[in-house]
């Protein structure tokens, strides 16, 4: 059974993953989805790439270009896509200072993501 959980991603540490990139990732109590919250700046490096999980990506602030299966889809606030199941994809942000904010919703788990803020958590106690 899920963890019920509550919070606020403005209070909460974000995890380096990449330049360009940081993440938070929420809902972590959840058994059958994961949620996470992205910052993506111009110049980040690009990183195409597939999963096996179904996902959700969508832009709560500034603006993207999100490329599934090769084609780019132009998000803006309150814009989204749906990625299928191991499709190979990537955001690009450019042209921009202003940082994008894309929130992604997987379908399937993915505990690695739970693991990696975790880690990212407990070494900031130190």
Known sequence: MSEIMSGNWNKMPW???????KQVTLAMGADDMTVTLG?????HEKRPHSHP?????LV????CDYYVDGTPYHLTPGGFVVVPA??????DVH???IPCFQMD??????PEFKEKYMEFLEALKK
């Not at 995890?15 to 990139?21: A, D, M, S």
């Not at 910052?39 to 110049?43: F, R, Y």
């Not at 709560?60 to 603006?63: A, D, N």
């Not at 191991?86 to 955001?91: F, G």
């Open 105 to 110: 919703i997987f379908g399937t788990p993915r």
């Open 15 to 21: 995890r380096p993953i990449r330049e360009g990139i």
């Open 53 to 57: 999980e179904e996902q959700v990506a």
């Open 95 to 97: 042209d921009t200072d």
């Open 86 to 91: 191991n499709v190979m994809h990537y955001i």
């Open 39 to 43: 910052q993506v700046t111009s110049g």
């Open 60 to 63: 709560l602030e500034g603006e």
